[in-house]
């Protein structure tokens, strides 16, 4: 039977957007609640990247090929192959000599499909990247961003709401886990129009106001497309905000501290697109008034056909043609392209097999950027940033020298959760266990919620063969993501020490269902049952 929002839908001539049979957050209505009086936009927005931008992968918008599902890791040491049959879409890995299978079903995807696609693992709630993704270019299947490193089919990276919810809209998060969703993990799949235009459940009903970006003040106006589209090079949360707190109308900074290099020409990331824009020539010249909205139209893209002469018009709309330099030869290669010349698209650092369109609109083809910069970190769009970001900033990008001086400075370390943890990993990977434990607790204290103090202080406690308190906290670390596999060996070798075998076997078996290639977990098994 159709429901109701359907019914509507179809008599007013559209499709509604995938959406899952899950309950909104008050105050929102749903994008299907804005076609009966946007209908061109709702049903133009429907095709655009953004509205398709995740999903259930048996929601009928299938795009992948199949005539090249079959691929091997760079070493040749395991061989994929994604598959689709009554059941849904899943993949398929093996050893080269064969001693080792395994099958994940794919139950949803990240990513519209134009560049890429990626597909999500489920365990009992538990979401992880599959190390499968699918590759616009060449239309081939190859190993998801940053797999190469691994020599065993890795299934347990979690997906994690700060990441997912640029992807899908109205997560259901299971409170306390770091992983874990109800079932399903997003009431709509895709960006949905409220998470540029704000709550539209009254506007919808004609009962009050809703956010329009374009009227918002400039700092404001670029806060809704910088929430998925400044990455920098590191992102962190400010004191008491969560993955959620930003909401559009408001700015984005107040919530969340963006730092980049001080040295700007290092290459490009999949999602750095405000970056690399304020790097530019014309945003320099033009400030404020050159913006994402100037050149797009997020409720629509441009028919292939079309795409030149419609991002020509752009370009046209400040500079005059006869300031183009470009040669005779140079014109009849790229014909009236702009955006060949001044914004190619480029491979990205944090990806392979992609390319993205370089926003730093240079005048000439600029030199291959290096591959990551380790010069200093600067907070972006010209704001104050407190000793605690800075801090923690170098925490995160792995700065240990400049890290930790300034860590163990603030004088708020007992107090901050996110302090106490990045000072206690440093104290315990420097050997320093016991300036470390006493962080630890603090932190499991102040935020009960966090898996990284259960894990560490584990750790210690089991190299000081204090079995008792190990447990318990690992356990703990596991009941919020399953997917912690050397937490899981460890804790069973801690059960195996205390005398409970059983409870060693049971975590063990757990470990190779959830990663079959996972070796530690294995090999421990069959010493454990004395093989």
Request: proline share 6%; charged share 20%.
């Amino acid at each position: 039977m159709r429901t109701a929002k359907a019914i509507i839908l179809a008599a007013i001539g559209l499709a509604a957007m995938p959406t899952a049979q899950c309950a909104l957050p008050a105050g929102y209505g749903g994008s299907a609640s804005c076609a009966p009086c946007h209908r061109a936009i709702y049903s133009s927005y429907t095709k655009t990247a953004m509205a398709a931008s995740s999903g259930a992968t048996d929601n009928g918008r299938q795009l992948e090929s199949w005539n090249k599902s079959a691929f091997a890791d760079p070493a040749a040491r395991f061989r994929y192959q994604v598959k689709r049959d009554a059941a849904g879409l899943f993949f398929e890995f093996a050893d080269t000599g064969g001693s080792l299978r395994g099958r994940k079903a794919l139950p949803y995807f990240i990513g519209s499909g134009s560049a890429a696609r990626s597909y999500i693992i489920a365990d009992n709630g538990y979401l992880f990247e599959a190390p499968v993704a699918f590759y616009a270019n060449g239309s081939r299947w190859a190993l998801a961003p940053r797999y190469e490193v691994y020599d065993y089919p890795y299934l347990t990276r979690p997906i994690l709401p700060g990441c997912l919810a640029c992807h899908a809209s109205f997560l259901s998060p299971i409170a306390a886990t770091q992983n874990r969703y109800a079932s399903p993990p997003f009431a709509e799949a895709g960006v949905a129009c409220e998470r540029c235009h704000g709550p539209g459940a009254q506007h919808a009903a004609r009962r009050g106001p809703i956010v329009n970006p374009a009227k918002l003040d400039p700092v404001r106006r670029d806060s809704v497309c910088s929430q998925c589209h400044l990455s920098g090079e590191v992102r962190l949360r400010v004191k008491g905000a969560d993955w959620d707190t930003y909401q559009p109308g408001e700015i984005l900074l107040d919530s969340v501290k963006v730092f980049v290099r001080a040295n700007p020409n290092t290459a490009m990331t999949v999602s750095g697109h405000v970056e690399k824009l304020e790097q530019s020539a014309c945003k320099r010249a033009s400030g404020d008034k050159l913006w994402c909205g100037s050149c797009h139209d997020a409720h629509s893209v441009p028919a292939p056909s079309k795409r030149m002469a419609a991002f020509r018009a752009r370009c046209l709309a400040c500079h005059m043609l006869a300031a183009c330099k470009a040669t005779k030869t140079e014109r009849s290669k790229r014909g009236d392209d702009c955006t060949s010349c001044h914004m190619p698209k480029s491979n990205v650092r944090d990806a392979q097999h992609v390319v993205y369109t370089d926003h730093s609109i240079s005048r000439r083809p600029l030199p291959r950027a290096p591959a990551a910069s380790s010069g200093a970190l600067v907070p972006f769009g010209r704001v104050e940033s407190s000793a605690r970001d800075v801090a923690l900033a170098y925490a995160i990008a792995g700065d240990k020298e400049r890290a930790l001086p300034l860590l163990e400075a603030l004088p708020i370390a007992g107090s901050d959760t996110e302090v106490l943890l990045y000072l206690a990993e440093l104290y315990r990977n420097d050997n320093r266990s016991q300036s470390a434990i006493p962080l630890y607790r603090r932190a499991m204290t102040l935020d009960p919620s966090q898996v990284t103090a259960s894990t560490g202080l584990g750790g210690i406690m089991m190299e000081q063969s204090n079995f008792g308190e190990a447990i318990p906290l690992w356990e703990d670390a596991l009941s919020k993501n399953s997917g912690l596999l050397m937490v899981r060996t460890n804790l069973a070798m801690a059960y195996w020490k205390s005398g409970d075998k059983q409870a060693a076997e049971r975590h063990l078996l757990k470990a190779i269902e959830i990663s079959p290639g996972f070796a530690p977990a294995a090999d421990l098994l069959k010493t454990l049952r004395g093989r």
